[in-house]
Every structure is written in structure tokens, then in C-alpha cells.
């Protein structure tokens, strides 16, 4: 069975800093990876997503992912961190049926 | 384009109460998923629609959870009766099929049971 593994609970920056949250994921075939946002009160946004072809994938808001098979992570990276983009971050895997499986989650906060 | 609709959204219950949540897709997607998100965890599938049959159900807890979708468009989730270990928000989500399809998610439902 898939699973996803984010190491990270909590991640604070400063505006304007660089970001990079982790992803781990086991999947015996091929993965399709996901990253969402969800604000506060809100459903889940997809970012981005992986399913084949340029390992660094871009999404939107300027964050962009690179998929690293050797090391099955799937980061997520932004040059220059917004307030707007404090939030909470999962990435998820794709099995069967397009049945996603969720890590559990990075809460970003951003510091003025 | 309307999104996935869910109400309501917020609901207060006691335990061994039942509970109901809707939830509407977006016109014309076939597949639709219900999920449980615990309080600082990732969601977790509960059950997952094709049209109006049951594609998996694996880890809806079948003695106190229900799930339908009798026309194959919206859906409804129902607990009888509720635990203390329910409370969390009930994501409804939806994608055009069961393949390689993006999964739109609604602003779900938060259930507290008291």
C-alpha cells in the first residue's frame, strides 16, 4: 500500500525567503504525486502535479516541485515566500483508481 | 464553472447522535469521493463513487457510517450513531472520471461531537 511521509509539522519563514517543504512517498509502480493547499476554512487546492515526463514540475502561485525517484521525495519549492501563502500544505500519491493517499500535513506560517 | 457544494457546514452533535452531510458535484463528473480529515491530519478516503455504484469502501467504518448516491449525482454521508472520535471535517470531493483525473474538493463539512 502507498504512503506519503511529511517530516515537517510546522515551517515558519520570513516574507520574502525561500521555501522548500518535504515529501517522502512509498509506491511500488510509477507514483502520480499531488501537492494541495487548504486555507483555513477552505477545501483543498491543487499546486501541482507529477505524472510523467520533467521531473521539476511547475504550478501555480510560483511553486514548483521536483520529483527525485532515487530518493522518492517529491519537495516543493518557492523562491520568495507571500503572507498570502501561509496555509496548510499535504502532498498525496495516486494508487488505484485515482484514489489519493494524504501525508499528514505542513502548517507554513509566514513572519512580516 | 460551480464547485463541489457541501452543507452543511459546520454541525454540533452528542454522541450516539446521528448526522447527515450533503454534498453536490460539479455538473458532469462521474467519480465522487468522500473523506475524513482528523484535526492535524491529512485527509483519509472514506468511500470513492462512480456514478451511483460503490467503487471502494475499504475504510468506511460500515457500522455506523452510510454513504449514497442513488441518481449517480449528489451525495449524502450519514453517522448513526456518532463517537467522540468522529469529530473532524467531512471533504467531499469529485473529478470528471475514476482515471487520470484532477480531484476538486469542497469547503467540507466540520463535525463536532460532544
Known amino acids: 500500500a502507498q504512503s506519503v511521509t511529511q517530516p515537517d509539522i510546522h515551517i515558519t519563514v520570513s516574507e520574502g525567503a525561500s521555501l522548500e517543504l518535504r515529501c517522502n512517498y512509498s509506491y511500488g509502480a510509477t507514483p502520480y504525486l499531488f501537492w494541495y493547499v487548504q486555507s483555513p476554512g477552505q477545501g483543498l487546492q491543487l499546486l501541482l502535479k507529477y505524472f510523467s515526463g520533467d521531473t521539476l514540475v511547475q504550478g501555480i502561485k510560483g511553486f514548483e516541485a521536483e520529483f527525485k525517484r532515487s530518493q522518492s521525495s517529491f519537495n516543493l519549492r518557492k523562491p520568495s515566500v507571500h503572507w498570502s501563502d501561509a496555509a496548510e500544505y499535504f502532498c498525496?500519491?495516486?494508487?488505484?483508481?485515482?484514489?489519493?493517499?494524504f501525508g499528514g500535513g505542513t502548517r507554513l506560517m509566514v513572519k512580516p | 464553472e460551480a464547485g463541489v457544494a457541501q452543507s452543511p457546514r459546520y454541525k454540533i452533535i452528542e454522541k450516539r447522535q446521528s448526522v447527515a452531510f450533503w454534498c453536490n458535484p460539479i455538473?458532469?463528473?462521474?467519480?465522487l469521493y468522500w473523506y475524513q480529515q482528523i484535526l492535524g491530519q491529512g485527509p483519509k478516503l472514506l468511500i470513492q463513487?462512480?456514478?451511483?455504484?460503490?467503487?471502494?469502501d475499504s475504510q468506511l467504518p460500515k457500522d455506523r457510517f452510510s454513504a449514497e448516491r442513488l441518481k449517480g449525482v449528489d451525495s449524502t454521508l450519514k453517522i448513526q450513531p456518532a463517537k467522540l472520535e468522529d469529530s473532524a471535517v467531512y471533504l467531499c470531493?469529485?473529478?470528471?472520471?475514476?482515471?487520470?483525473?484532477?480531484?476538486?474538493f469542497g469547503p467540507g463539512t466540520r463535525l463536532t461531537v460532544l
Open positions: 470531493a469529485s473529478s470528471f472520471t475514476s482515471g487520470n483525473n484532477e480531484q476538486f
Open positions: 455538473s458532469g463528473h462521474a467519480t
Open positions: 463513487f462512480q456514478n451511483n455504484g460503490v467503487v471502494d
Open positions: 498525496a500519491v495516486r494508487g488505484a483508481g485515482n484514489m489519493l493517499t
